[in-house]
């Protein structure tokens, strides 16, 4: 089975630098993925992470180390529509994912 | 980019009824489609994948007979919630990810559908 961790909140200010992380415990293991998901909205990507190493897209960088069974979403410059939740989720056998609880992000001015 | 879409976006239904919902990839095609249940304030949990021309895979705990699949095109498939419950009420969404890149890539996630079962 899998299952993975990741913390329930974190609160910053705007402009700030914050970074989630998620560990994971898996049968079979692919990718790394996040999501964000605003109240009420389906999650969007975010970011994939395949290998080891740092992902960069804009202000959202994510990274996975494998040896470790660990990655993180790292969130940069926040602003207030940064506020959501972000979902860790491993990338599995038959290309099923499974998602961590969640993280609640609460962005401040 | 790859657009999923679901209809209806919310539904109201009377508890003993049955409801289905679509699933739909615009502009690609998918021969596996993932449905997923969200309870509020919880994480999404995998119900089934839903496999073109063939059979659904039902997750454990999950009753095939009370959600039913049918993935009938390469660009549509549907959930049946038969006789409905209060305690089906819930998030559905469904995902998708297009045939020309590798299924481990980027899920692409319709706009979910809201269920409220009175």
């Known amino acids: 089975g899998q299952s993975l961790e990741q913390p329930s909140e974190v609160t910053a200010v705007e402009g700030a630098i914050v970074q989630i992380n998620c560990t994971y415990q898996?049968?079979?293991?692919?990718?790394l993925s996040w999501y964000q998901q605003h109240d009420g909205g389906a999650p969007t990507f975010l970011s994939y992470?395949?290998?080891?190493g740092l992902e960069e897209t804009g202000r959202f960088s994510s990274f996975l180390s494998r040896s470790d069974s660990y990655g993180y979403l790292l969130l940069q410059e926040l602003q207030m529509k940064d506020s959501a939740s972000y979902f860790c989720?491993?990338?599995?056998?038959?290309?099923?994912?499974?998602f961590g609880d969640g993280t609640t992000l609460t962005v401040k001015p | 980019g790859a657009v999923v879409s679901q209809h209806p976006s919310w539904v109201i239904c009377k508890s003993g009824t049955s409801v289905k919902i679509e699933c739909r990839s615009l502009?690609?095609?998918?021969?596996?489609m993932f449905w997923y249940r969200q309870f509020p304030k919880q994480s999404l949990m995998l119900m089934a994948t839903?496999?073109?021309?063939?059979?659904?895979?039902?997750e454990q705990g999950v009753e095939k007979d009370k959600f039913l699949i049918n993935h009938a095109s390469l660009t549509l498939s549907t959930l049946t919630v038969t006789s409905a419950h209060p305690e089906d009420s819930s998030f559905y969404i469904c995902?998708?990810?297009?045939?020309?890149?590798?299924?481990?890539?980027?899920?692409?996630f319709g706009p979910g559908t809201r269920l409220t079962v009175t």
């Open positions: 992470n395949g290998l080891d």
């Open positions: 502009d690609f095609q998918a021969t596996t």
């Open positions: 995902s998708a990810t297009p045939e020309d890149r590798a299924i481990l890539e980027e899920q692409y």
């Open positions: 839903s496999n073109e021309g063939s059979k659904a895979t039902y």
């Open positions: 898996t049968s079979g293991f692919y990718g």
């Open positions: 989720a491993v990338r599995g056998n038959a290309g099923k994912s499974t």
